[in-house]
């Protein structure tokens, strides 16, 4: 997949990852509410699997929401994943332990991920940096590493995988460790498993049948933990629980009959007018994802018959489409979070679209976005739109 002529950049590029991800956790900490989180699931569930159960024993503690009961027990139709990684902090510190600081950790180690892969595409110092800017503070990523809730616990770790998976595409190419990776990011994100056509796209395109083969194989585990997770709670290997909050037993889930509102929103949707001085603050149902990072307008420039390009649209596209169908677009939220399933493959893209060479229009637009995603940021941490 890689130019070998970035071979040597990208071997000179760790140090570079490194600082990277550590600048974004000195900005993620300073950005960080402060405040203890209230809804702490993850905690509660990894210590249920502690105690070899798969639900969380009534009563139910206080502080959680959208519990699912079951049998005497309650659970929840999230990501198993974050909670399989809080089992060791749990054993050792109680369920009382913050995950707001996890969330920044692994946040960071995205921003080092996402510039790694930028090099691994191509991009030289000057445009990796650039758009590495971009996917640390310029998208939905910022807000979420720095209000840290469940649902972007489940988001930055699912991305954390998907940026694995990223690197081995651009990188090696292995089947087996792509398939790993992506099935890790799916225990997080079920939606995360439509990025596959990406990956799958060079092996098949080459005829790579053992990479196919292996590639399969790498999925095996992930899928069997979510299978076998949802079969123990609900005794059906596809139900991950979201239908029981939300209701979707009494409306689909999936419709054509949501795509124009959910085009309206990802699109057009505006922040909230109020009085003076402000006059405008974020909307908790979100916002127009060009409004919130214009840097995307690039997008339309993104062309190129080559595999990575190919392969971006097809991911972005297959999990965007899904989202369109949807029938709900996320709430206490800067932006459309559930864009940033797919936000490390737009900004590939982006890096197509500039074709490496970072125009003055695109750097204001990257600087545009940061300033906005800021700005939102800001209201979370002063304006007091929600508490944790």
């Known amino acids: 997949m890689r130019d070998s002529s970035a071979g040597a950049s990208t071997t000179g590029s760790h140090y570079g990852d490194l600082w990277f991800g550590l600048a974004a956790a000195i900005v993620y900490s300073l950005a960080y509410h402060g405040l203890p989180m209230e809804h702490l699931p993850f905690n509660y ?53 913050d995950t707001a600081a996890i969330v920044i950790a692994v946040a960071s180690v995205n921003v080092g991920l996402m510039h790694r892969a930028l090099r691994r595409a191509g991009h030289d110092k000057t445009s990796g ?79 790579r049948w053992r990479d196919l083969a292996a590639f399969g194989a790498g999925l095996v585990p992930g899928l069997a933990i979510y299978m076998s997770y949802n079969w123990l709670r609900f005794g059906d290997v596809l139900d991950n629980g979201y239908r029981h909050v939300f209701g979707a037993d009494t409306r689909p889930m999936f419709s054509l009959s949501y795509l124009r509102d959910n085009v309206t929103a990802y699109l057009l949707r505006l922040p909230e007018r109020i009085g003076p001085p402000l006059w405008l603050r974020p909307s908790l149902d979100g916002m127009s994802v060009l409004l919130t990072t214009p840097a995307f307008l690039y997008l339309a420039r993104a062309w190129r018959r080559d595999v990575a390009t190919i392969g971006s649209w097809l991911a972005a596209g297959a999990i965007g489409a899904l989202y369109l169908l949807y029938f709900w677009q996320g709430y206490a939220q800067f932006g459309m979070r559930y864009t940033l399933d797919f936000t490390p493959f737009l900004i590939l893209l982006v890096g197509v679209a500039c074709r490496g060479t970072m125009s003055t229009a695109l750097r204001i637009l990257i600087v545009l976005s940061v300033l906005i995603n800021a700005w939102g940021v800001a209201w979370w941490r002063w304006g007091g739109l929600i508490t944790p």
């Open 45 to 97: 569930m990894a210590d249920a699997f502690l105690n070899g159960r798969v639900a969380i024993a009534d009563p139910l503690p206080s502080g959680l929401i959208e519990a699912i009961p079951i049998g005497g027990a309650h659970t929840f139709g999230y990501g198993v994943m974050p909670a399989l990684v809080m089992m060791p902090l749990v054993f050792l510190f109680g369920t009382q332990i």
């Open 129 to 207: 940096a650039w758009l590495t800017l971009l996917f640390a503070f310029g998208t939905v990523h910022f807000g979420a590493a720095a209000w840290g809730t469940a649902w972007f616990f489940m988001h930055i770790l699912g991305v954390f995988f998907l940026l694995l998976a990223i690197n081995e595409w651009l990188g090696r190419g292995r089947g087996l460790l792509m398939g790993l990776f992506l099935g890790a990011a799916m225990l997080n994100r079920s939606v995360l498993l439509l990025a596959a056509p990406a990956f799958l796209f060079p092996i098949v395109r080459d005829r």
